[in-house]
Protein backbone atom coordinates (compact mmCIF):
# COMPACT_ATOMS: atom_id res chain seq x y z
CA UNK A 1 0.00 0.00 0.00
CA UNK A 2 1.42 3.71 -0.29
CA UNK A 3 0.50 6.84 1.05
CA UNK A 4 1.15 10.54 0.85
CA UNK A 5 1.21 13.27 3.50
CA UNK A 6 1.04 16.49 2.43
CA UNK A 7 2.67 18.43 5.84
CA UNK A 8 1.39 21.87 5.45
CA UNK A 9 -2.68 22.32 4.72
CA UNK A 10 -2.71 25.99 4.60
CA UNK A 11 0.22 27.94 3.19
CA UNK A 12 -0.37 31.60 3.02
CA UNK A 13 2.50 34.15 0.81
CA UNK A 14 3.00 37.32 -0.60
CA UNK A 15 3.30 38.09 -3.99
CA UNK A 16 6.93 37.33 -5.54
CA UNK A 17 8.28 35.62 -2.52
CA UNK A 18 9.71 31.73 -2.94
CA UNK A 19 7.52 29.00 -2.01
CA UNK A 20 7.74 25.55 -1.08
CA UNK A 21 4.81 22.19 -0.53
CA UNK A 22 6.01 19.91 1.33
CA UNK A 23 4.96 16.29 0.33
CA UNK A 24 6.38 13.25 2.03
CA UNK A 25 5.22 9.63 0.35
CA UNK A 26 5.58 5.66 1.79
CA UNK A 27 5.83 2.77 -0.75
CA UNK A 28 6.78 -0.57 -0.66
CA UNK A 29 7.39 -0.76 -4.70
CA UNK A 30 9.08 1.90 -7.15
CA UNK A 31 6.93 4.86 -7.59
CA UNK A 32 6.14 7.73 -9.82
CA UNK A 33 5.66 11.03 -8.28
CA UNK A 34 3.53 13.75 -9.76
CA UNK A 35 2.37 17.62 -8.86
CA UNK A 36 -1.45 19.05 -9.34
CA UNK A 37 -3.19 21.55 -9.58
CA UNK A 38 -6.70 22.59 -8.57
CA UNK A 39 -8.38 25.53 -9.55
CA UNK A 40 -12.46 26.39 -8.14
CA UNK A 41 -14.49 23.94 -9.65
CA UNK A 42 -12.12 22.45 -11.59
CA UNK A 43 -10.27 18.75 -12.07
CA UNK A 44 -6.63 18.38 -11.49
CA UNK A 45 -4.35 19.70 -14.38
CA UNK A 46 -0.62 18.49 -14.18
CA UNK A 47 2.49 20.69 -13.12
CA UNK A 48 4.91 18.21 -13.49
CA UNK A 49 6.12 14.57 -13.19
CA UNK A 50 9.02 12.56 -11.81
CA UNK A 51 9.23 9.29 -13.28
CA UNK A 52 13.60 8.34 -13.40
CA UNK A 53 16.71 10.02 -14.20
CA UNK A 54 17.51 13.46 -12.85
CA UNK A 55 15.93 14.59 -9.14
CA UNK A 56 15.07 17.70 -10.03
CA UNK A 57 12.05 18.15 -12.66
CA UNK A 58 10.81 20.92 -13.98
CA UNK A 59 7.08 21.88 -14.82
CA UNK A 60 4.94 24.73 -15.92
CA UNK A 61 4.44 28.05 -14.46
CA UNK A 62 7.63 28.15 -12.78
CA UNK A 63 7.46 25.04 -10.89
CA UNK A 64 10.39 22.51 -10.03
CA UNK A 65 10.30 19.70 -7.50
CA UNK A 66 12.78 17.48 -6.39
CA UNK A 67 12.97 13.99 -5.78
CA UNK A 68 14.60 12.69 -2.43
CA UNK A 69 14.65 8.80 -2.14
CA UNK A 70 16.60 8.40 1.20
CA UNK A 71 14.10 10.97 2.90
CA UNK A 72 10.59 9.82 0.61
CA UNK A 73 9.86 13.21 -0.22
CA UNK A 74 8.88 15.09 -3.01
CA UNK A 75 8.41 19.06 -1.98
CA UNK A 76 7.34 21.47 -4.86
CA UNK A 77 8.79 24.68 -4.97
CA UNK A 78 8.83 28.57 -6.99
CA UNK A 79 11.11 31.01 -6.93
CA UNK A 80 8.87 33.54 -7.13
CA UNK A 81 4.95 33.20 -6.67
CA UNK A 82 2.00 35.16 -8.72
CA UNK A 83 -1.57 35.89 -7.84
CA UNK A 84 -2.76 33.79 -10.23
CA UNK A 85 -1.04 30.57 -8.30
CA UNK A 86 -3.41 30.79 -5.22
CA UNK A 87 -5.38 27.39 -6.21
CA UNK A 88 -5.62 23.98 -4.11
CA UNK A 89 -1.63 21.85 -5.28
CA UNK A 90 -1.77 18.13 -4.79
CA UNK A 91 0.67 15.54 -5.28
CA UNK A 92 0.15 12.04 -5.75
CA UNK A 93 2.42 8.68 -6.19
CA UNK A 94 1.54 5.85 -9.02
CA UNK A 95 2.75 1.92 -8.26
CA UNK A 96 5.22 0.82 -10.92
CA UNK A 97 2.69 -1.57 -11.70
CA UNK A 98 0.45 -2.33 -14.24
CA UNK A 99 -2.84 -0.63 -12.45
CA UNK A 100 -1.43 2.77 -12.91
CA UNK A 101 -3.55 4.32 -10.04
CA UNK A 102 -2.97 7.29 -8.19
CA UNK A 103 -2.90 7.75 -4.28
CA UNK A 104 -3.45 11.48 -3.91
CA UNK A 105 -2.46 13.62 -0.55
CA UNK A 106 -4.66 15.83 0.93
CA UNK A 107 -3.76 19.13 -0.62
CA UNK A 108 -2.14 22.07 -0.04
CA UNK A 109 -3.90 25.19 -0.25
CA UNK A 110 -1.50 28.31 -1.61
CA UNK A 111 -2.68 31.63 -1.18
CA UNK A 112 -0.93 34.47 -2.89
CA UNK A 113 -1.62 37.77 -1.18
CA UNK A 114 -0.50 41.29 -2.86
CA UNK B 1 -6.67 16.61 -27.82
CA UNK B 2 -10.08 17.57 -26.50
CA UNK B 3 -9.79 16.46 -22.99
CA UNK B 4 -11.99 14.81 -20.65
CA UNK B 5 -15.57 15.76 -20.60
CA UNK B 6 -17.96 15.02 -17.99
CA UNK B 7 -21.68 15.62 -17.46
CA UNK B 8 -23.39 16.92 -15.47
CA UNK B 9 -21.36 19.42 -14.23
CA UNK B 10 -23.77 19.53 -11.36
CA UNK B 11 -26.29 17.15 -9.60
CA UNK B 12 -28.62 17.80 -7.00
CA UNK B 13 -31.02 15.31 -6.37
CA UNK B 14 -33.30 13.97 -3.01
CA UNK B 15 -31.73 11.06 -1.18
CA UNK B 16 -32.45 7.79 -1.70
CA UNK B 17 -32.81 8.73 -5.72
CA UNK B 18 -30.46 7.32 -8.47
CA UNK B 19 -28.22 8.98 -10.47
CA UNK B 20 -25.92 8.75 -13.24
CA UNK B 21 -22.91 10.30 -14.63
CA UNK B 22 -21.08 10.22 -17.98
CA UNK B 23 -17.38 10.45 -18.98
CA UNK B 24 -16.05 10.68 -22.31
CA UNK B 25 -12.27 10.31 -21.99
CA UNK B 26 -9.60 11.66 -24.32
CA UNK B 27 -10.02 9.49 -27.56
CA UNK B 28 -6.66 7.63 -27.45
CA UNK B 29 -6.84 6.54 -24.11
CA UNK B 30 -7.22 3.29 -22.89
CA UNK B 31 -7.49 3.31 -19.28
CA UNK B 32 -10.03 5.11 -17.62
CA UNK B 33 -10.60 6.06 -13.96
CA UNK B 34 -13.06 7.39 -11.58
CA UNK B 35 -12.10 9.19 -7.97
CA UNK B 36 -14.17 10.82 -5.40
CA UNK B 37 -13.32 14.12 -3.87
CA UNK B 38 -14.95 15.69 -0.88
CA UNK B 39 -14.54 18.90 0.96
CA UNK B 40 -10.55 19.30 2.00
CA UNK B 41 -9.36 16.10 0.78
CA UNK B 42 -7.80 15.01 -2.49
CA UNK B 43 -9.38 12.28 -4.89
CA UNK B 44 -10.24 8.94 -3.74
CA UNK B 45 -9.39 5.98 -6.02
CA UNK B 46 -13.02 4.27 -6.94
CA UNK B 47 -12.16 2.03 -10.06
CA UNK B 48 -10.58 1.85 -13.05
CA UNK B 49 -10.70 0.30 -16.60
CA UNK B 50 -8.58 -0.78 -19.68
CA UNK B 51 -10.47 -0.35 -22.19
CA UNK B 52 -13.93 -2.24 -21.20
CA UNK B 53 -12.67 -4.41 -18.71
CA UNK B 54 -12.88 -3.11 -15.29
CA UNK B 55 -10.26 -4.15 -13.39
CA UNK B 56 -9.56 -2.63 -10.17
CA UNK B 57 -12.57 -1.63 -7.58
CA UNK B 58 -11.56 -0.04 -4.36
CA UNK B 59 -13.59 -1.03 -1.27
CA UNK B 60 -15.11 2.67 -1.28
CA UNK B 61 -17.39 1.25 -3.99
CA UNK B 62 -20.45 -0.04 -2.23
CA UNK B 63 -23.03 -2.37 -3.84
CA UNK B 64 -24.95 0.79 -4.39
CA UNK B 65 -22.25 2.11 -7.02
CA UNK B 66 -22.00 0.84 -10.48
CA UNK B 67 -19.57 2.00 -13.21
CA UNK B 68 -19.53 0.31 -16.96
CA UNK B 69 -17.73 1.06 -19.89
CA UNK B 70 -18.90 -0.15 -23.57
CA UNK B 71 -17.04 -0.42 -25.97
CA UNK B 72 -14.03 0.97 -24.34
CA UNK B 73 -15.30 4.35 -25.16
CA UNK B 74 -17.25 6.38 -22.82
CA UNK B 75 -18.12 5.33 -19.21
CA UNK B 76 -20.71 5.84 -16.58
CA UNK B 77 -21.45 5.75 -13.11
CA UNK B 78 -24.38 5.10 -11.15
CA UNK B 79 -25.61 5.37 -7.68
CA UNK B 80 -28.88 3.82 -6.47
CA UNK B 81 -30.58 4.51 -3.64
CA UNK B 82 -28.27 8.05 -2.57
CA UNK B 83 -27.25 8.94 0.77
CA UNK B 84 -26.45 12.23 2.06
CA UNK B 85 -22.74 10.83 2.34
CA UNK B 86 -22.82 10.29 -1.27
CA UNK B 87 -22.04 14.44 -1.53
CA UNK B 88 -19.11 14.96 -2.92
CA UNK B 89 -17.28 15.56 -6.62
CA UNK B 90 -16.87 12.86 -8.54
CA UNK B 91 -13.74 12.99 -10.94
CA UNK B 92 -13.21 11.09 -14.21
CA UNK B 93 -9.47 10.55 -15.51
CA UNK B 94 -8.23 8.61 -18.54
CA UNK B 95 -4.56 8.06 -19.86
CA UNK B 96 -2.52 6.28 -22.49
CA UNK B 97 -1.87 2.18 -21.16
CA UNK B 98 1.01 2.79 -19.31
CA UNK B 99 1.59 2.89 -15.81
CA UNK B 100 4.06 5.66 -15.94
CA UNK B 101 1.60 8.45 -17.72
CA UNK B 102 0.04 10.94 -16.17
CA UNK B 103 -3.79 10.88 -16.23
CA UNK B 104 -5.94 13.58 -17.63
CA UNK B 105 -8.61 14.44 -15.19
CA UNK B 106 -12.18 16.10 -16.54
CA UNK B 107 -13.73 19.08 -14.16
CA UNK B 108 -16.03 16.81 -12.14
CA UNK B 109 -19.38 16.31 -11.52
CA UNK B 110 -20.33 17.85 -7.70
CA UNK B 111 -23.18 15.71 -6.59
CA UNK B 112 -25.28 17.60 -3.76
CA UNK B 113 -27.97 15.06 -1.75
CA UNK B 114 -30.47 17.04 -0.35
Known amino acids: AQSVTQLDSQVPVFEEAPVELRCNYS??????LFWYVQYPNQGLQLLLK??????LVKGINGFEAEFNKSQTSFHLRKPSVHISDTAEYFC????????????FGDGTTLTVKP | DTGVSQDPRHKITKRGQNVTFRCDPI?????LYWYRQTLGQGPEFLTY????????KSRLLSDRFSAERPKGSFSTLEIQRTEQGDSAMYLC????????????FGDGTRLSIL
Open chain 1, 92 to 103: AVSENTNAGKST
Open chain 1, 50 to 55: YLSGST
Open chain 1, 27 to 32: SSVSVY
Open chain 2, 49 to 56: FQNEAQLE
Open chain 2, 27 to 31: SEHNR
Open chain 2, 93 to 104: ASSPDLSNQPQH
